[in-house]
């Protein structure tokens, strides 16, 4: 990395030399009332100082033994990347630079001097910044202080000047950053890696390293790492330190330790140590996504009673205690312990949280997820009441942008961070991201939630947004232009409940709510108001492949860079039919809806790899809107020919299965779950009976022209391959092979895993449509939705 290269420090007599011959370019003669550029995150306090400040060629960095070294190292690529060649090391200023930087504590003497009136943050990481005539002066609180200021100084360098700027600057929250937390194929050390250096980049100080299907985290937990692991986490460890990251350690014991056993508490405290030797010194004991209904050990039920709220609550204070007071305490330089507690998303007080609140060390960091597993906001009342439950600050583990969840199947979740209130840092000690599968696609949102975590006061969505856009964009408009419209394409945020809370592109569907009102009065002024829009969308996965520097990115989101491509060229055909229709060119509108249909269908078909993510499906973008306009187009097309429109015959319809799958004695997977609307609710069988089915009965005999299956998304989906879609005017009887053979049953085998949707066309009238598993052997049929389209007779 660049901004990990070694100084060359040059002597003074060839520093004088060199002084004397460079010339000293003018102070910029912009006025001072020029805009500052935008700093992320937010500063606290920027004011100019004075005029902007022409890089030279040359340049005097002034430090001493107390200058933190990623700050130095990154001040001098900084310079480097800007032009100036030389950069000339001193441990005090000659007084003749052409532009003199001064790096070190903010109490050492020249730092304090230069800061001149710039107010010096008494709290933990903060800075002072000043440019003013040819000096800039970066002071830090604290070593971390430093590098925030050096961050900041690589943002006020645009255009080959360094803007006159007074800055004084620290974290609203005193812990930032990120939780590997997800459910699935954990990151890789070069995303882990990568992570680091992107957190260091925003200011955030704490990544945890949580992933859940690491084994040595949670099933394994007392076994050490193996010696390769160990040194991949050695590696990350540094990479932390060097970007003023605290890496946080994270074991989860709870599904299978003994609380009461010392053996067991000797093997958590063995696994930490082996962390605290790497270099080490934050540590989580997540106790989350347990059972506190059952005991692991005969032990437990002994010493702490019948299991329950209040004493599962009372061992997992007695192991946190002993972990936090023998452990941490009795290590030099340990930060206080963190939990996850079993109860970590309401605000109801328990039994539970009243022995937490009781006796938990008060030392220890009590991590909460707001008043649910993905809150649709976190109010300021709802944090004090979070505290006064846990009888401390919370650390707010927020589930945004993860996409390890039914509901976020097939997703990318990009929007900016919202629905948090401001205020929330008096409440709170600290926020982190639980982020997507892709972390460079995480990006994008994690920008923004450490923008708001630094200052959330300060926090201006739509500002962070764009400053988050050009981040991925290196900078430049107009690829951030087309990061901006990939978001929007990828708004959405589910919640574990039916309504999101983010919704999905607002940009977009606001355009095609516009576009279809304005085209009933003036189709061909519709058309042409809204052709660059769809051109845009076209053309946004090639701007975002040739501009956005991070290839990381780029691989995370490529499935969805290609069916936006492809939805881009489907809006282009369908605009392209309407256009014909309004000319009556019966010809071209048929040919440009087949055009649509194909490179619909086509991006319909685009699918997440499943080593990338344990929900290999379909992947989703805009939906509805992009197919909500597939389907008007080819009404529109359809009436054009005299014909009735399409319709989704299914729905609410009465529907009937072979099994209902019982779970604690109630049937909630009923076979109406598939025609209830919800591409989420899914139906069900049995799973103890080969060949099983579901129908629905339209009510009377349509003629039909599709079904499209939605399989289940949250998981499963591989049981529903190998199967036939029937139809008949009259009800099946019999077996599958009778059906087969019976005249008047239309017919089709799909052998692939059905999609999200699979598109299967029908050429047959019918009033019954059954889906049948072909299986021979006992098999669960699970379906999120069937979906019926045709044109009712009479």
């Known amino acids: 990395m660049a901004a990990r290269r070694a100084l060359h420090a040059c002597s003074v007599a060839t520093l004088l030399v060199a002084a004397s011959a460079a010339a000293v370019p003018p102070v910029s003669a912009h006025a001072t009332d020029r805009p500052l550029p935008v700093v992320s995150p937010t500063p606290q306090h920027m004011t100019r100082a004075g ?8 340049a005097e960095l002034v430090v001493d033994d107390t200058t933190d070294k990623p700050a130095r190292d990154l001040l001098t690529a900084t310079l480097r990347a800007h032009g100036v060649r030389h950069v000339d090391v001193r ?25 001149r009136g710039t107010d010096v943050p008494t709290q933990d990481e903060g800075y002072a910044v000043r440019v003013a005539g040819r000096t800039v002066a970066l002071g830090g609180t604290a070593a971390t202080g430093q590098f925030y200021a050096a961050q900041t100084f690589r943002q006020l360098v645009t255009k080959g000047k360094i803007a006159g700027a007074s800055v004084s600057d620290f974290p609203s929250m005193r812990l930032r950053g990120s939780i590997e937390g997800f459910y699935g194929p954990p ?29 040595y985290h949670r099933d394994k937990w007392r076994e050490p790492y193996p010696a390769d692991k160990l040194a991949q986490l050695g590696t990350l460890v540094d990479r932390a330190r060097a970007n003023h990251v605290r890496f946080t350690f994270a074991v989860s014991p709870g599904g299978s330790v003994c609380y009461s056993d010392p053996a067991d508490v000797k093997a958590l405290t063995a696994k930490l140590q082996a962390l605290y030797d790497l270099g080490v010194r934050s ?39 002993t972990v936090q007071q023998d452990f941490i305490a009795t290590h030099d330089g340990a930060n206080p312990l963190q939990m996850v507690p079993t109860e970590y998303g309401d605000l109801t007080d328990t039994a539970y949280k009243q022995e937490l609140r009781g006796n938990l060390d008060k030392n220890i960091e009590v991590m909460w997820t707001g008043t649910d597993v993905v809150p ?68 994008l949102a994690v920008f923004t939630m450490s923008d708001f975590s630094w200052n959330d006061r300060g926090y201006d969505r739509t500002r962070s947004a764009r400053q988050s856009a050009l981040h991925l964009a290196g900078g430049d408009p107009r690829v951030a232009d087309a990061v901006q419209t990939f978001v929007d394409l990828n708004h959405m945020a589910p919640t574990f409940g039916a309504k999101p809370w983010q919704p999905q592109s607002p940009i977009l569907s606001a355009q095609l709510e516009k576009f279809w009102k304005a085209y009933e ?34 691989h ?40 649509m249909e194909k490179a619909a269908d086509a991006a319909s078909h685009i699918t997440i790899d499943p080593a990338e993510h344990h929900q290999p499906g379909p992947v989703k973008i805009a939906d509805p809107f992009l197919g909500d306009f597939v389907s008007q187009v080819q009404d529109l097309h359809d009436a054009s020919k005299g014909l009735e429109p399409l319709r989704q015959l299914a729905l609410n319809k009465d529907a009937k299965q072979s099994s209902d799958y019982a779970s604690d004695g109630e049937f909630p997977y009923g076979a109406a779950k598939a025609a209830d609307g919800d591409r989420f609710n899914f139906s069900t069988t049995s799973g103890k009976e080969a060949q099983p089915w579901w129908q629905v009965d339209l009510g009377s005999v349509a003629d039909l022209e599709r079904v499209d299956v939605y399989n289940r998304s949250d998981c499963c989906a591989d049981r529903t391959q190998d199967y036939y879609v029937l139809v008949s ?9 009778d059906q087969l053979t019976k005249p008047g049953v239309w017919s089709h085998h799909e052998t692939a895993q059905a999609g999200g949707p699979t598109a299967i066309p029908v050429t047959a009238h019918g009033r019954y449509v059954r889906v049948w598993l072909a299986s021979e052997k006992p098999v669960e049929l699970n379906m999120a939705e069937v979906e019926v389209y045709g044109r009712a007779r009479g």
């Open 283 to 321: 540590f989580s004991v997540p106790l989350d996504d347990i059972s506190y209904t059952k005991w692991n050990c005969d032990a437990d039920q002994q010493k702490f009673g019948a299991p329950g709220r209040g004493p599962a609550a009372k061992a997992q204070v007695g192991l946190l205690n």
């Open 556 to 595: 995370d989101a490529g499935p969805w860079l290609d069916s936006t491509a492809l939805w881009g060229k489907a809006l282009g055909h369908g605009l392209a039919a309407l256009k014909a229709i309004d000319a009556h060119d019966a010809d071209q509108a048929a040919a440009e809806r087949a055009a």
């Open 91 to 115: 441990t005090k200023a000659s007084g003749h630079a052409p532009l003199t930087v001064l790096l070190g504590p903010a109490t050492r003497p020249d730092v304090t001097k230069a800061l």
């Open 51 to 58: 005029a902007d400040i022409a890089l030279p060629s040359r």
């Open 376 to 443: 649709p906001e976190i109010t300021n009342d709802q944090a004090q009441k979070a505290s006064e439950l846990f009888g401390r600050k919370v650390f707010v583990w927020d589930n945004y942008p993860v996409n390890d969840f039914g509901r976020t199947s097939g997703r990318l979740l990009l929007a900016p961070y919202d629905k948090r209130e401001p205020g929330l840092s008096e409440h709170l000690s600290g926020l982190v991201s639980n982020p997507m599968n892709q972390e460079a696609a995480s990006k």
């Open 729 to 737: 005017d009259e009800p099946f009887t019999g077996t599958l092979a």
């Open 187 to 215: 990151w890789t050390e070069t995303e882990r890696l990568d992570q680091m250096d992107f957190l260091g980049e925003v200011k955030s100080n704490t990544y945890v390293y949580a992933p859940k299907d690491d084994p």
């Open 521 to 554: 009065s003036d189709p061909k002024a519709a058309i042409r108001s809204f052709t660059p829009t769809a051109t845009n969308i076209g053309h946004t996965p090639a701007v975002l492949r040739a501009g956005v520097p991070d290839q990381q990115f780029l």
